[in-house]
């Protein structure tokens, strides 16, 4: 009963979002204040980053944590930025990044890592499955 009071208590007192949504964060935050040089190859960006797993997943990291580090009137943004954007931007924009094969519009032949299969019995050791269920346990 506690966790439910604190958790609504929390969603209470917690600050509206500034951006609705991933591509609202996107289109009405990043595209307008980042500017790279985009014509030399040195960086690169997808208009169709949507299409792009690890763009969505890198994006809705930044967008996440803004909205949390934004409430940090202080050092939030200056913590966003250095600890958070900056390393995801520089894998994104990088000309190694998951833009890479877009530089001439969006292409989606991407390569996924390889896998192998795993050997049998390998799950049986706590290393792969401590972290399944409780994150906390060891
Ligand atoms: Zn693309």
Redesign the pocket.
Known sequence: MTTDRAQLIDEEQRAPLAFSSLPAFVSDYLALIIQRRMDDGSHLW????W??PEAIARLAAMWRAFEYLRSDPAIGLSNWWLHHADPHLAVLLSPTG??H??AQ????DAERLPLDRMPAGLMDDPVFTVLVGDPFAM
């Open positions: 997808c208009p169709s980053w299409a792009h998951p833009f094969a877009c519009g969006h292409r989606s």
